[in-house]
């Protein structure tokens, strides 16, 4: 901006070049990493025991415990397929619920809009214990014995059960700007229902579906009570090996471990961004 | 035969735990689906850093029974989990409180004592509980106490009564007490001069006043990090178990552990088979293995709790054996008490009291 | 707005297409367990592990109790307060990212999703490290106090006292204020999401045309972009409060034990009381509140298409 010429005025949605919302988004930046530096920071503390909350000494060796902790990595590759696999559900149920409930009208519609939302409602411990007394009864609880990753089952179709409903959520406020003309304009062309779909309304709801995949993808790698309800033996994930670790101590290893899977997720988003951009050129 | 990729730290050979997952994946991608043979194997279910480095290991060594370790971090939780239906958990180990409950509520099978030679080996002190005569659903295999931790400098003398946190005013703002309604409650009965399973409605009703009243003295209802408030100094007084605070005494010389003159809590954590186990032969020979002389010492030594098996003591060194925080002084273990079940009624009771307690 | 613009009648295979997967499951694997306990919040404790459904209405009578009334109060309130702030600073960051380069843009999302992919445990307990009466942010804050201190001295202000002589840490635990801290920090990118998504190619001709028929910056905000983002504000806030209403960790950690919030019963009962027909009770009461509000909405929404339609 000049401030000596005529005042330009910034672009109408320019908002990113505002200094004023770009202090905000700063702040808000700091406020989310802060406790991240510090989980990050004391993950090199040379403290066994109180909290982890003093710093007496810089040391890697909790990393090297980390790494040689078998538990905790089989928990991280566990965690992660689990979170990868219900996204891709989560968001494909999220989205047919989504246009579903933003195109069609049928009798007891306002019904199904309060069942779907209340996945989101209901407390975790009660869906966990519904979903452990509903496996058992089906005899689906005993996974242990079968092959990796099939003995995640559970756990995945309980993620994957509360997530789209959050999904479906944010994919229909998407679709809710959706621009009827386009669609009209594209069926006086000649599209049929499946061009329609996959040509004008998927790219309109883009940004609802990378929206949805973030938010399942993140519920779905931090859950703890639902995943320790319908987990068994031979299905352990990162959450539930946190937990039953702070019990007796916060040691630096958690840190490091927890440092270590933020590390890995970075990687792989890194990853796919590439892979994306390679496609796009 | 595809090759199987070994991950990366499974060529840490030092590192001898068992049921590894590299292995487990390893060999699951390599055999037919189901094929993870249950013969050989048993599944343990137990609380983490509970056992010592090479105990699992050399479990496997001796009887070539694998094992697979899952952790978790609650009775309460093991309890709720185990309700809705075992998923297939061969051995477990609740507390003696939760013993009882899962005894009355058909929770446990009874074990074959014919197939645990090492019974032998258990203090006789340990091996006629009231919650569980006989020792039919349970064998021993920690114990210890809560009492009380303290930051030395901060008080005059090591603290008496039980009263120093639940009545008084003399450390306001710096006392922390558990966030378990159950063992709150019980020791605030002691405080008040009853016995800690002397449930009955007056006793209940008198310990929710006395904390209300308490309240605003109290900076923390700690879940399980009360020693970690009393380490940092936010607080001087924590009613702890007595493990957690000797993790870290180990820290700060300065901070000190003692039942008060009413008595602690006594816990005791055991072995037992819950029902639907699939392993069952297995399960004893786990147990059996785990209540073996050196099996116990070494786990003794490694998490440095009390063990109850008096041919493990034997062989433990004057450090473990002499220290006070693990095995209190006779005057102190005599009043203190082992919590039994107070009936799903009172459980009730308990939970709307404490519900007052933190809502007021 | 397309709310139901099509009769379900009229192309039945494709509404079968999008219903049957998702109503389907939505039926199999959570309207079965939920039914499940449904009939617990109706039932009692035979045993210490059974429940009979015998109909009783005693479990709901129990959560009128005062202290769960205040309980409850308490936790709209709080869940209310962390929602609002949630609001305010997520806004003006789902702005920035929605109209960043497309270079940018996927880093931005990327940068405030990454501290949610860390265990919410460890995190709270960085939290306790940095909110602590000896924590690093009154580190900070004492660090402040102490050099304005001393430049007031140095320029003779000393005598005013404007600050005092020593600084008294701040105490964020074990208050409503650190609980409230708490859930901002867990649900912050749960509001940020759902506002980029509907500010992302938003229509910046009604912008455009506002600014140049002569409104300010601020009024074109407030007049045209906040109602055009409102579907996003309202989807924010149920996103957010809602599950704040349920947590149960950060009132346990950050409020010390001292902060109690509803989940914390309900929790206890699934727990510790094994009372399940009773937390089965206060769960399905949660339930059927919004599903209320939510189902009156939807009707509202259907009467007014349907209004319009017709005209």
Redesign the interface.
Known sequence: MNLLHRRV?PD?????RRWS??T??A???V??????V??VV?SFND????????WKGFTTKYYAKA?????L???F?NSLTIALVSTVFAV??GT??A????????PF???????????????????G?????????LGW????????P?NLSNIT??H??FC?P?A???I?????????ETEEAARDLGAG?WRVFMDVLLP?MR??L??AA??S??LS??D?VIT??T????T?T?????????????TPE??AA?TV??AI??VL?WLA?RYQKTLNT | MQRIRRPLHLLRTDRRRFMQAGLAVGLSLKLPAGALAQEGQVNFYNWDTYIGEDTLSSFTGETGIEVQYDLFADNNEMFAKLRSGNPGYDVIVPSNDYVERMILADMLLEIDHDKIPNIANIDPMFTDPAFDPGRRYSLPYMWGTIGIGYRKSAVDEPPTSWNDLFASDKYAGRIALMSEPTNVLQLAMKAAGHSLNDWSDENLAAAERMLLAQKKNITAFAPDNGQDLLLAGEVDLAMEWNGDILQVMEEDDDIGYVLPEEGGLLWEDCLSIPVGAPNIDNAHALINYLLGAQAGADIADFIYYATPNAASLELMDEAYTDNPAIFPPAAALEKSELAIFPGQEMLRKIDEAWTRVKAG | MADGRQAAAQRPWVFAAFALPSLGWLLAFFLVPLGIIWLYSVGENVSLTRVETTWTLLNYARILEPEILDLALRSIRIAGLATLVCLVIGFPMALVIATASPAAKPWLLLAIMLPFWTNLLIRTYALLNILGTRGRLNEALGWVHGHLHGAFELVGLGQLGLLEERFTPFTFLGTETGVVIGIVYVSLPFAILPLYSVLERMDKSLLEASLDLGAGQLTTFRRVLLPLALPGVVSATIITFIPALGQFLTPDLLGRGQVDMIANVIERQFKGANDWPYGAAISMVLLYATFLLLALRAFGDARRSAARNAR
Request: one cysteine or more; hydrophobic letters at 55%.
């Open positions: 005025r109408a949605f320019d908002y990113s919302l770009r905000v988004f702040f808000g930046c406020f989310l990493y802060a406790p991240i510090v989980l004391f403290s066994r025991r109180g909290g982890n909350v003093i790494f040689g902790n078998e538990e990595m089989l928990a590759a494909l149920l047919l619920t246009v579903l409930l933003w195109r069609f009208r049928f519609k306002p019904l199904v809009e309060g069942l779907v939302a209340l996945p989101i409602v209901i407390p975790e411990i009660c869906l214990v519904a979903l452990a007394i509903f496996f058992t009864q609880m005993d996974t242990g014995g079968l092959p990796w099939l179709i309980a994957i059960t789209f959050f479906a959520l944010v229909r406020t998407r679709l809710q700007s959706f621009n009827l229902e309109h940004p609802g990378v929206t973030l938010l993808f993140t790698l931090d703890f320790f309800f987990s068994g033996p031979n352990v990162f959450p539930v090996k946190i937990y039953s670790m702070v019990r007796f101590s916060v958690i840190n927890s899977l933020i997720t970075l988003t961004l």
